[in-house]
């Protein structure tokens, strides 16, 4: 299993929308081509029930799909989603801890197919997704203006 080291900062930027989700990178196991996040629920992403809202569920197994693919390429490709597929199975509650497992199943030069989980700290399974993506150059964030 890869350490943060090199990959780490080839694979987790500071994203505006991992930033959204709370999210940071752990590790990648090269074997299994499976990246692990964590993810902090903050209230802006919950509903009145006091948990994330389903589309923005989606939100935090597409980042961490993204990131296994990302990574499984040395940080030189991302996946572009046609088509991704979850199924709710618990509630992510607001300030929870959750952990994110992405892995990808297949990467052809044409398709892509990964798999996404996230669990509670316990390891309940709360979401499951798949992803049908296509392999992109991995878009690089312009460079920031200093004013």
Known sequence: M?????LGDIVHTDSPHSSLLGAEFVSFDE?????????TVMQEMCTWRGGVQ???VAGYLDDVMGHAYVAATGGEQA???LEISMQLL??????????????VVRGGRR???LEGELLSEDGQVLARSTSTAIPTARPVPAPQEIT
């Not at 890869?2 to 090199?6: A, I, K």
């Open 31 to 39: 074997a299994t081509a499976t990246a692990t996040m964590r993810f």
């Open 90 to 103: 618990g509630l992510l509650p607001e300030g929870a801890t959750i952990i994110g497992k992405g892995r």
């Open 54 to 56: 389903g589309g923005l």
């Open 2 to 6: 890869s350490d943060l080291g090199d």
């Open 111 to 113: 398709v892509i197919f």
């Open 79 to 81: 996946p572009l989603n």
